[in-house]
Every structure is written in structure tokens, then in C-alpha cells.
């Protein structure tokens, strides 16, 4: 599928070259980029166009705007699939175009979005897409990895600072806040925040307003914010790790995005995404993945997710000596060898009888977990039983039978 695009200037003498060109393009969809210098053009031209969109624009307001031609004028089946397709959120599987429906849906509104899944599976991607498919396209996307915002400078970091607000204050700095303003904001690992970077961050969203470091005056924000995380965020919350009503207020409107081992049919087509992507990029449109490495794409439980794949595919395809790109077959062999051995620290459990060797391992695990339990509880032993999900009198018994009732309290 092909389609026409062309950028239209202020010069009345392009106008016969144009219509020649439209006369040509044999019903291919236009999509006309109008220079923001000079918007009004020649209404004959405009209307010859499928969609309108002013330039310079960012690649990704670009992919939107020919996926959406191109699914409409030819009758695409899916809209959704070939639309994200564009921007390189590929796969057919059913876990994915039932994420990539939702994930339509959200673009559609204005709310705060929370994004969970593994590392790698595409959390800022599918952030981008929000942001450059929704109404805010034109605006600025800013992406910040809350792991890397220390307590310290946290109000700093999103608020800004006036000149002179402390020693080091030399010029008036934005922060993230401003930077995003009319825009999106999206934190990354939402879940590395601190205790003191959560009501920093709750209390800004309760009502969109902050006050940058040695201004007087509030300021009220105009921004989409986006947060994602790799980590069960519930289970923080549970484990009183991440306050639960920060957790309330950014989880508004969500999505969860499937890992590659849960997808696995996918694998295969973008593996072929990324091959003809490299292929463009280092000019060898010859080079192929050999159907033999297929197989062993597919066999591995890539915990990396689709980030592996690409990193892997992209090393391979320059390691390349001839046409065919080839997995090595060492790192195949190891991957099976890591599936069918033993856990090492098992190994000696191994030639003991069932019974026996079940217990040891049961006892190992009790004693353990009962330690780091007491350990979170700061040895408050009624504590640790409602941690455990059990009632204190059992919990004590366990404690006894591994003599551990005698815990004591750690200086925290």
C-alpha cells in the first residue's frame, strides 16, 4: 500500500506541477503538509488531499496521520493494526490486538493513563502513541525515569526554580512540569519513587497546580500525565511500599501490556519487522534471516521481551558474513541446556527420597520467608502474622518450630 504526500509551499507557480501530480498519482491517497509559515493555500489542491497536516511535525504525527489514510482509503480491515503498525507496535496475536484496542480507546481521551508490563515489552511506545495519536500531538512529549530523580531534588526536578532560589540558583529553570506544559508528561519506573517523591507528586496532582522553588506564585498545569512501571504495583501498595492513594490517582485509565513468551506467535513477524527495518538502515536489502533460526526465535522465553529480540536481531544482521542472518547456534544449544538442567542448589537433593527431599526443601523455604517476614515487620510478630496472611497463633507456632520466637527488633 503506497500513498502521496506532498509538501505544499506559498509559490503560485508549484500549482501546475501539483495538479499534474495529482492527476498522475492514479487515486493514490494525498496527504498534503502545508508549511506553518504559509497556512492557506490553493483550495482546488486542499480538497484533492486526504488529510491535511502542517509542517515541520514530528515523525510520529506523520506515521499517524499516512497510517490513517491509508487503512481508510483502502479499505483496510483493521484500522487499529495497520495504524500501530506504523509506529512499531506490531503483532497479531490475540493478547496484543486486544491491547492495541484499548490502547485506541484511551488515545481518545484526555485522562491519566498507567502503563504495567516486564521490561522491554514497549511502555514508552505505547506512551508515544497516546501522546502523537491523541489531541496533544502538537505538543510537547516529555519522558522522565523517576529512578533517577533523587529525594533531594525532587520539587526541583518537577517544579523548577526562580533565580536565587538557593545558593547554586544562577538563572530561572524549568522544570518537567513546564517543560510538558499543554503536553504530556510521562514518568517512567513509576514504582522507584520515594516515599517523599510520592506525596510530592500526589500533591501536585490532587488539583494540577505547583509552585517552582522561590516563587511566590502557583502556577496551574495543562498536562497529560503518564506513568508506567515494571512492578506489581498492587503489590507494593499491599506491602504499604507505594502509597495507595497516589496508586488511585494516576491508575485512572490503564493498560497492560502482554510479554513476548505470552505472544510467542507474534515473534516470527516482528522478527521479519526488524530484519527489513535493518535493511533499510544499512543500505544491504539482500540480507535475510535463514528460516532455520526461526525456530529458535520462538524457543526462547525472552525475558528481555521485545527489546532482546531487536537487540539481538540487529547484532546478528551485522555479524552477518553472507545473505542469511543466522542465530548463533552455541547460544541455542545453551538456552536448552539452561532449560533441562537442574537448579545446582537442588542437585544434592536429588538422590535423596521424594518425601525427604520435599520437606528439606519446604523447611528451607519456611525458615526463610518467615525470617525476611519478621525482617519487613521490624520483628513486631502480630505484624509479620497479618503480613503472612495468617492468624498470630499459627504464625507464633512456626516461629517456634524454627526457634525464632525469640526475634529480636533491628534498629531501623
Known sequence: MEALVLLLTEKSECKGDITNILQHAHSLPVLGLFSKQYPIFDQTIIKACSEIESFPCVNQVLDYRLGKIICRDFGCEDIVTNLFRRVNMVG??????????????????????????????????????????????????????????????????????????????????????????????????????????????????????????GSKVAKHANVRVITATNESITRMVEQGDFRRDLYYRINIMNIQLPPLRKRRSDISLLAEHFIRQFQLQYKQPDRVL???????????????????????????????????????????????????????????????????????????????????????????????????????????????????????????
Open 92 to 213: 497479531n496475536s490475540p493478547e496484543f490486538q486486544h491491547m492495541l484496542k484499548r490502547l485506541y480507546k484511551i488515545i481518545k481521551c484526555d485522562a491519566p493513563v498507567f502503563i504495567e508490563g516486564e521490561t522491554g515489552t514497549g511502555k514508552e511506545l505505547a506512551a508515544r502513541a497516546i501522546h502523537y495519536f491523541g489531541s496533544r500531538k502538537d505538543q510537547p512529549f516529555i519522558a522522565a525515569n523517576c529512578g533517577a530523580i533523587p529525594d533531594q531534588l525532587v520539587e526541583n526536578e518537577l517544579f523548577g526554580h526562580e533565580k536565587g532560589a538557593y545558593t547554586d540558583a544562577t538563572d530561572t529553570r524549568e522544570g518537567l512540569i513546564s517543560q510538558a506544559e499543554s503536553g504530556t508528561l510521562f514518568l517512567d519506573e513509576i514504582e522507584t519513587l520515594s516515599y517523599k517523591c510520592q506525596v510530592v507528586l500526589l500533591r501536585f496532582l490532587e488539583n494540577m497546580t505547583y509552585r517552582p522553588l
Open 290 to 412: 535463514h528460516p532455520d533460526s526461526m525456530a529458535a526465535l520462538k524457543y526462547h522465553d525472552w525475558p528481555g521481551n521485545v527489546r532482546e529480540l531487536e537487540n539481538m536481531l540487529h547484532r546478528e544482521f551485522l555479524m552477518a558474513d553472507g545473505k542469511y542472518v543466522s542465530i548463533n547456534e552455541l547460544e541455542s544449544k545453551k538456552r536448552e541446556r539452561r532449560a533441562s538442567s537442574v537448579d545446582r542448589r537442588l542437585q544434592n537433593l536429588m538422590t535423596q527420597p521424594m518425601v525427604k527431599a520435599k520437606a528439606r526443601v519446604v523447611e528451607d523455604f519456611e525458615q526463610n520467608y518467615l525470617v525476611t517476614t519478621l525482617d519487613r515487620a521490624k520483628g513486631n510478630i502480630s505484624e509479620a502474622a497479618r503480613l503472612a496472611g495468617k492468624e498470630r497463633r499459627s504464625f507464633t507456632r512456626l516461629l517456634e518450630k524454627y526457634v525464632l520466637n525469640n526475634f529480636q527488633k533491628k534498629s531501623y
